[in-house]
């Protein structure tokens, strides 16, 4: 079945520094790959997505480029900021099916 | 544009006893989702509703069942409660459509199993 795997946390950055969160997948046909945030206590926010190969995502600063050839979808920041304090998680859809399936999700801690 | 709202926001229940939760979906959404988050993990998909009917189901066992209501909001209930129902339990309301794939998640419903 499908599956995410991406790395374990928890990532401790200073301010402006520069982030990398990688994350790999296992899907059949061609999934849309996503990036969720998670604020502490709150619920899941869509931080970015891509539907297929080659797109890239973006918002606030964050990237993530779907590569097809690594099964990758590595999420990127290029200056972080403590308000970026959060779990991530990676994520996949199988565009016939609409079930999310996650990863295990990965801390960052910024600061200053 | 109203966003997905659960209720209620904290739960407390002794194990054995049965729970309701609700979700309402956002506006112009007709599919609602169900997950299951347990502390430090990554949500486990529970199962989904389109058209008042189950859309497809994770590995949860039958006590796990829920309903959708024509106005698309949907109810999860958990019958004989565990100790390891423990989690934060999200909804998420999408349109099932041409090229809409994207899931919009409520702040969750937090129920501790006692």
């Known amino acids: 079945g499908d599956s995410v795997t991406q790395m374990e946390g928890p990532v401790t950055l200073s301010e402006e520094a520069f982030l990398t969160i990688n994350c790999t997948y296992t899907a059949t046909g061609y999934p849309s790959l996503f990036w969720y945030v998670q604020y502490p206590g709150e619920g899941l926010q869509l931080l970015l997505k891509?539907?297929?190969?080659?797109d890239k995502g973006s918002n606030k600063g964050f990237e993530a480029t779907y590569r097809k050839e690594t099964t990758s979808f590595h999420l990127e920041k290029g200056s972080v900021q403590v308000s970026d304090s959060a779990v991530y998680f990676c994520?996949?859809?199988?565009?016939?099916?609409?079930?999310?399936?996650f990863g295990t999700g990965t801390k960052l801690q910024v600061i200053p | 544009e109203t966003g997905v709202t659960q209720s209620p926001t904290h739960l407390i229940k002794t194990r054995g006893q049965q729970v309701t939760l609700r979700c309402s979906s956002q506006?112009?959404?007709?599919?609602v989702s169900w997950y299951q988050q347990a502390l430090g993990q990554g949500p486990q998909f529970i199962f989904q509703y389109y058209r008042e009917e189950e859309n497809g189901r994770g590995n949860f066992p039958p006590r796990f069942s829920g309903l959708q209501f024509p106005n698309y909001s949907s109810e999860l209930n958990v019958n004989a409660l565990e100790l390891d129902d423990s989690a934060l339990y999200l909804c998420?309301?999408?349109?099932?459509?041409?090229?809409?794939?994207?899931?919009?998640f409520g702040p969750g419903t937090r129920l501790t199993v006692t």
């Open positions: 994520a996949l859809s199988d565009q016939g099916y609409q079930k999310v399936t």
């Open positions: 998420a309301s999408s349109f099932t459509g041409l090229g809409s794939y994207e899931q919009y």
């Open positions: 506006s112009g959404h007709n599919t």
């Open positions: 891509a539907t297929k190969a080659d």
